[in-house]
T-cell receptor, first 111, second 114 residues
């Protein structure tokens, strides 16, 4: 079982819809959870971090964490074509700050 | 505040040649990561430093890859000799060594081995 798993997609949504991106992780001692956005040919850019169970909202983005289910998700409301990118889920394991990434989910928002 | 700086941005070399990448992290960030990212894949950790100490290098192919962070600030990653399969983007990231902090990436170095 991989440490961090994501559906590779592609996930296609119409403009204005909600995009839902999912991530599971295998290590129960994982403590910090991140979503990065990566445009083609660019480096990953942090968009959300979440450290405790529940929801965290920032503008059109909401991260959801469920440690019991070892599940973290990212919701993008009112999706825009500019949101089209690969979304990477990343997890740190315990207190040693090892940052492990999933393969990423390619999101396409259609005008 | 300056971000993570990497150089060069692009490098094309012939196989069996050596190559080196340089990274200057964000000031005050004690944790430094080197990742390799292949097309369509997520970043894969090569090595992680806490200050000048390499604390996680289990994924670093030590027969040809080496890294150093002598003064606990900037870092270099070297490949010698390069192979065709080393073609990838090499990413450097840094973060403060504190709980609940984020890592920030440099622009990466795209390596092409021909």
């Amino acid at each position: 079982q991989k440490e961090v798993e994501q559906n590779s997609g592609p996930l296609s949504v119409p403009e204005g819809a909600i995009a839902s991106l999912n991530c599971t992780y295998s290590d129960r001692v994982s403590q910090s959870f991140f979503w990065y956005r990566q445009y083609s040919g660019k480096s990953p850019e942090l968009i959300m971090s979440i450290y405790s169970n529940g929801d965290k909202e920032d503008g059109r983005f909401t991260a959801q964490l469920n440690k019991a289910s070892q599940y973290v998700s990212l919701l993008i409301r009112d999706s825009q074509p500019s949101d089209s990118a690969t979304y990477l889920c990343a997890v740190t394991r315990g207190s040693n700050y090892k940052l492990t990434f999933g393969k990423g989910t390619l999101l396409t928002v259609n005008p | 505040e300056a971000g993570v700086v990497q150089s060069p941005r692009y490098k094309i070399i012939e196989k069996k040649q050596p190559v080196a990448f340089w990274c200057n992290p964000i000031s005050g960030h004690n944790t430094l990561y080197w990742y390799r990212q292949n097309l369509g894949q997520g970043p894969e950790l090569l090595i992680r430093y806490e200050n000048e100490e390499a604390v996680d290098d289990s994924q670093l192919p030590k027969d040809r890859f080496s890294a150093e962070r002598l003064k606990g600030v900037d870092s270099t990653l070297k490949i010698q000799p390069a192979e065709l399969g080393d073609s990838a983007v090499y990413l450097c990231a840094s973060r403060p060594t504190q709980a609940n902090t984020e890592a920030f990436f440099g622009q990466g170095t795209r390596l092409t081995v021909v």
